[in-house]
């Protein structure tokens, strides 16, 4: 059981300091919104990675030949995180004092995972093959790697938001606005790896 839940914070804690799509939406809804939004951005894959487990242990057994339905998905993304990048590249001065914005983050976030091919890919390859080996072991070893994953994946997120917050007060005019250019050219840096992606397994 140790094995599987040092096995679970391993891959959580590369997951979720990782460059990415999911960390820069992180930092640019903190910068935004506060600590709070960025918190809720963190906690999306809580909310997605459930029905991403299903479909990839249902692609393990029934499954042949989903290039195809990564490529399309990867382009969804691609166009999502353009958009997305664009939005950020362009945004207005940070207020201090603003409201926090609901909870879009959290259904940005969702979005974002969603329409990202990687967490289907992680699944199908490296996660549920080790969810399956975990559960022949007895189920206790399931649940610490999903423990020891999520932990590691959500906390290390959070704590990014929060340091990002603390910080987000010292960002203003021309700091705050070289800041969210540098993100959004990141967001389209993502998008075109995405785009990539797509092209590359739409043509498998």
Known sequence: MLTYLATGMIFGLSSGLAPGPLL???LVETLRHGAGAGVRVSLSPL???LPIIGISLLA???LSGSN???GLISLAGALFLAHLGR?????PPVSVGAPESGAQPLRRGILTIFLNPHPYLFWTTVGSPLLVRAWKDGGGGA???LAGFYLCLVGSKVVLAAF???GRHLLGGRAYGICMRFLGILLWGCALILAADGVRLLRA
């Open 24 to 26: 820069t939406l992180v």
């Open 47 to 49: 909310v997605t990675d």
């Open 60 to 62: 393990l057994t029934r």
């Open 68 to 70: 195809h339905v990564l």
């Open 87 to 91: 939005e950020t590249f362009t945004s």
């Open 143 to 145: 649940a610490a790697f």
């Open 164 to 166: 990002t917050g603390r």
